[in-house]
């Protein structure tokens, strides 16, 4: 029913689009060059880059992708790195240009099956993390699985002055967006916390710790 009415919603959308938008409107922002990578006693060493291929398939305009280390912190201190991805998509429409043509951001919740890892438990949870548009707010909590390996894994879509948690929600409003303010960027932010020894209340505290100083500054490179 949820994807039949994003359908509907997406073809009225192209013909409100067509009918009265006339040119796409990229907003400005900062850089992710320009990320900070200290938050509190969190500290990312390295922001990584991922292979042009990847980058290509995504479609992806500009991102931040880390493996966030609390200082000070070793394997037995109950905290484990966080690996953060923000992925900013300047426009989400294939016609628009950018990418591979298909700049679509990808669901997590569809994209981990393919990598091999298992969705063990997947719902939406609400949030208060200081910098985000609007708090409290839902957002996607996952545990996954490969083999022996665990790890919990938080997701939200970015968009418009919005937290999005479901996927058929952030194709509405990209439609919506579309049609009344030649629109379509948002952004895919991704938490991912390595569960260890069965610990997920450790990897838990992990995700509280970082995330506000991961989110605090996003306004400026997530435009609303």
Not at 180 to 202: H, S, Y
Request: glycine share 10%; aromatic share 10%; proline share 7%.
């Amino acid at each position: 029913m949820k994807l039949a009415v994003a359908v509907v919603f997406l073809l009225l959308n192209l013909y409100i689009y067509h009918e009265f938008a006339t040119e796409a409107v990229i907003p400005p922002r900062q850089g992710f060059d320009r990320f900070p990578l200290q938050g509190g006693d969190w500290v990312c060493a390295r922001p990584a880059r991922m292979e042009p291929e990847v980058e290509k398939n995504l479609g992806v305009t500009d991102y931040h992708l880390c493996e966030w280390q609390r200082m000070g912190g070793d394997a037995t201190d109950g905290l484990p790195f966080v690996g953060v991805y923000i992925g900013y998509h300047a426009t989400q429409v294939r016609e628009e240009g950018g990418g591979s043509g298909e700049n679509s951001i990808h669901p997590p919740a569809h994209c981990l099956p393919g990598s091999g890892w298992d969705i063990v438990r997947l719902e939406t949870v609400e949030v208060d993390l200081p910098g985000l548009p609007q708090n409290p707010t839902r957002v996607r909590r996952l545990q996954i699985a490969k083999g022996n390996a665990r790890q919990l894994v938080y997701y939200w879509y970015q968009q418009g002055g919005r937290v999005i948690a479901e996927d058929w929600r952030k194709i509405v409003y990209v439609g919506l967006d579309r049609a009344l303010r030649g629109r379509t960027d948002g952004a895919l932010v991704r938490f991912t916390v390595p569960i260890l020894d069965g610990d997920e209340a450790a990897a838990e505290a992990a995700f509280r710790a970082l995330a506000p100083h991961v989110v605090a500054p996003l306004a400026a490179y997530v435009p609303d």
